[in-house]
């Protein structure tokens, strides 16, 4: 059994989304890593979908799914640029 296979395990055992949202991290990290970015992506989107939108892990996945749409190139997940966020 892997490192992450055993985190994975203990994040499931521990029921907390934090935990689990950090376990899909990694995962996600795994697999851009390797090139398998679809994959990646999912991670991310799974451990978003588990966090609480106050949680400080957020940002850890938002960097790692915005990097990687990027290098796949799907405009269609891309967040939109900073600047039209800073416009009020």
């Not at 398998?36 to 992506?41: E, G, H, Y």
Request: net charge neutral; with cysteine.
């Amino acid at each position: 059994m892997t490192l992450l296979e055993q985190g994975a395990d203990l994040a499931g055992q521990l029921n907390d989304p934090v935990t689990s949202a950090f376990v899909t991290w990694i995962r996600g990290n795994v697999c851009l890593y390797a090139g398998d970015l679809p994959s990646a992506i999912a991670h991310y989107e799974n451990g978003l979908a588990v966090l609480p939108a106050s949680a400080g892990q957020r940002v850890h996945l938002l960097i790692g799914r915005a990097i990687t749409v990027g290098l796949a190139g799907d405009e269609k997940k891309a967040p939109p640029p900073a600047t039209s966020r800073l416009r009020s």
